[in-house]
């Protein structure tokens, strides 16, 4: 039996115009171990989410089980084009999920593929569905309620980056013809935007050892949308760990894209590159959006723990009852403004008067004390004191090294670091998000 799509009854068609759900939904099923065909059912499911790209629809479900996922014929990435929810984390039988536990769906890659492309891992890109459904919406006098859920993923994309070496502790952003090794992907490892007048929900999700200039989990509202980000960990990325952001740039403070993001665990967020002073923050907002932030941590950043660099645009911008701490920048930077969490309410002119109760109180990361030591070891240059040639002793990544329970060192001020990006092992990522800290910040286990 194939993945069946039932046409809209035409007594339907005006309630659709009217608002309601799209309907006509499909469900597909998607398994690396057992996939074959092109049916999607349950009993015969698929073998990657490439490809069931053109059997999709706006509406439809995609349930993906265990196993590690390379992409369509190893291409290591996914674009979707229409609003769709992605449930992972089930079993092969489709009938239990333990999405950071026994049945982990993870979406990674194979660097050395002849079909491997420097795309984002797996991203829901509806700017051109938006724009045809917007005329449709003017018609209808009243926008269809479309939603995008993305529920238990994990991208590692440690298959996809080139390292310098089989130690994976260095990331190389180039290409090697000569070997045929690709360069890192430089792009988030997921991305999603929400839907004109729709919702937008990711939750349960990981991300880990990805290399993006911005953000490794990014999340885009659009007019009139509402979007969820719960409950998901960002662990050992470049640029930026969480970037929520808009595709619409209001006016007047109507139909602005909200955001509520509450329980993410965002933890050592590198900058682009050793010497370069691009990015390497937690959690970066955009302009536009309203924002309501509760209960995440953002934490051990090469920058800022929270990165606002623009006046406002919008009313509302609330962050309270966050752990925030161990950025070596600042917790919060401004727009030039820079910030520990304590000051917050006292300072910060674009957060809202419920922006209280964050915290800067220290805590320790549960993974391996060897990885912790290699991510430690890593060059953090700073660029004023490196170009005038001067030696810091006592420095940040001492303090962090401290907190964790590890030796100081002393530091030089190299022009590169033999370590960038040091493959975080996934088992070890997931420990990082067990449970959640001081009994209440950031995520757990689903």
């Not at 996809?160 to 990331?171: E, S």
């Not at 009994?439 to 757990?444: H, V």
Request: with cysteine.
């Amino acid at each position: 039996m194939h993945a069946t799509r039932y046409p809209i009854p035409a007594v339907l068609i005006l309630s659709l115009l009217l608002g309601c759900a799209p309907a006509g939904a499909a469900d597909f099923y998607v398994s690396a171990n057992l996939g074959k065909g092109r049916k999607g059912t349950k009993d015969a499911p698929i073998k990657d989410i490439g490809n069931v790209l053109k059997d999709l629809a706006a509406g439809d479900t995609i349930h993906v089980a265990q196993g590690v996922y390379t992409g369509m014929s190893d291409a290591g990435w996914v674009t979707i084009e229409v609003p769709v929810k992605i449930i992972g984390g089930y079993d092969d039988t489709f009938s239990k999920r333990d999405p950071w536990g026994e049945h982990q769906t993870v979406l990674s890659g194979d660097n050395k593929s002849a079909n491997y492309k420097n795309e984002i891992r797996l991203r829901i890109d509806l700017s051109k569905f938006n724009r045809e459904k917007k005329m449709e919406f003017h018609r209808a006098g009243k926008p269809t309620a479309y939603e995008v859920v993305v529920d238990g993923i994990i991208v590692d994309n440690t298959g996809r980056n080139r390292y310098t070496d089989d130690k994976k502790l260095k990331i190389v952003r180039k290409a090697n013809p000569k070997s045929g090794e690709n360069p890192t992907p430089d792009g988030p490892g997921l991305s999603v935007m929400a839907p004109l007048f729709g919702t937008a929900t990711v939750q349960n999700c990981v991300v880990v050892n990805c290399a993006p200039t911005e953000g490794a989990l990014t999340v885009t509202g659009n007019e009139g949308s509402k979007v969820t980000v719960k409950n998901n960990l960002v662990v050992n990325n470049t640029g930026v760990g969480l970037f929520c952001r808009t595709a619409f740039n209001p006016t007047a403070d109507k139909d602005v894209a909200e955001f509520e993001v509450a329980n993410n665990t965002v933890l050592f967020t590198e900058k682009y590159d050793a010497f370069g002073g691009i990015n390497g923050h937690a959690f970066k907002l955009d302009a536009a959006v309203k924002l309501n932030a509760q209960f995440n941590v953002f934490a051990f950043s090469d920058q800022a723990g929270v990165f606002n660099a623009a006046k406002s645009k919008v009313k509302k911008l609330t962050l309270a009852n966050n752990l925030v701490c161990a950025n070596q920048l600042a917790d919060m930077v401004e727009i030039d403004t820079k910030m520990p969490v304590k000051e917050w309410e006292d300072n910060a002119q674009e957060l809202s008067r419920e922006s209280e109760g964050n915290v800067g109180t220290l805590f320790k990361v549960p993974v391996a004390a060897d990885w912790l030591g290699v991510y430690m070891a890593r060059n953090i240059i700073d660029r004023n004191a490196a170009e005038a040639d001067v030696k810091a002793e006592k420095t940040r990544i001492n303090e962090w090294r401290s907190i964790l329970g590890l030796p100081l060192q002393a530091a030089d001020l190299n022009v590169d670091s033999d370590v960038w990006l040091p493959q975080l092992p996934l088992d070890q990522a997931l420990k990082a998000g067990e449970q959640m800290y001081l009994e209440k910040y950031g995520c757990k286990k689903p």
